[in-house]
Structure formats: structure tokens, C-alpha cells
């Protein structure tokens, strides 16, 4: 299974972003799809997380300005991301994890956000 993400780049406070991830390669179950994020210096965090069933979980610090959000069809997870502040600066990590509990990571795509 190979996760590719994109839609990373540079925003102005109180701008809006949105990133995707796809999955592709052998046939697989898709349980949860997550996006995490991590900061210069810091460590790897859970921004939101969508299971199979549809339900959705956020961080307290992205909740009501980002949202997950899936494409089934397509295996993509997607991430709006509206009201970023320059805290939100950090690379963006997707992740999969199969119904075997089997867990794959995207390459990571860099949001800059400048004040």
C-alpha cells in the first residue's frame, strides 16, 4: 500500500488549504484514515482521524476550522483546513490503517502558514 499526499504550500493567516491523500496497491481494507502533523522540534500529533463507519475525531486545537473528510471510491482522505494560524505550520502526515490493523504512512507535504 502506497500513500500520496499533496496539497501542502505557503497561506497567510486565516487562509484555507485543502490536502488529500490516496491510497493505492494491493487490495486492502481501509478501518481508519488519519492525518497527523508535526512541528519543527515537536512531536508527531493527531489532527483528525475518520474510521470506516464515517464518525471523525479532531483535536482540540483544529476543532471547528479543519475537517476530514472521505472519498471511498477514490480510497482518498481528504483535509480542509480553513483559519490557519501560524501554529498550523508543521508537515502534514497521512495514515492508513487496514482492517488487519496494519498501519502505512504518506511522505509528508509541508503548510507553511506566515502571520
Known amino acids: 500500500v502506497q500513500l500520496q499526499a499533496s496539497g501542502g504550500g505557503v497561506v497567510q493567516a486565516w487562509g484555507s488549504l485543502r490536502l488529500s491523500c490516496t491510497a493505492s496497491?494491493?487490495?486492502?481494507?481501509?478501518?481508519?484514515m488519519a492525518w497527523y502533523r508535526q512541528a519543527a522540534g515537536e512531536e508527531r500529533e493527531l489532527v483528525a482521524m475518520?474510521?470506516?463507519?464515517?464518525?471523525?475525531n479532531y483535536a482540540d486545537s483544529v476543532k471547528g476550522r479543519f475537517t476530514i473528510s472521505r472519498d471511498n471510491a477514490k480510497n482518498t482522505v481528504y483535509l480542509q483546513m480553513n483559519s490557519l494560524k501560524p501554529e498550523d505550520t508543521a508537515t502534514y502526515y497521512c495514515k492508513l490503517q487496514t482492517a488487519s490493523w496494519v498501519e502505512y504512512w504518506g511522505q509528508g507535504t509541508q503548510v507553511t502558514v506566515s502571520s
Open positions: 475518520m474510521g470506516s463507519g464515517g464518525t471523525s
Open positions: 496497491g494491493s487490495a486492502f481494507s481501509i478501518k481508519a
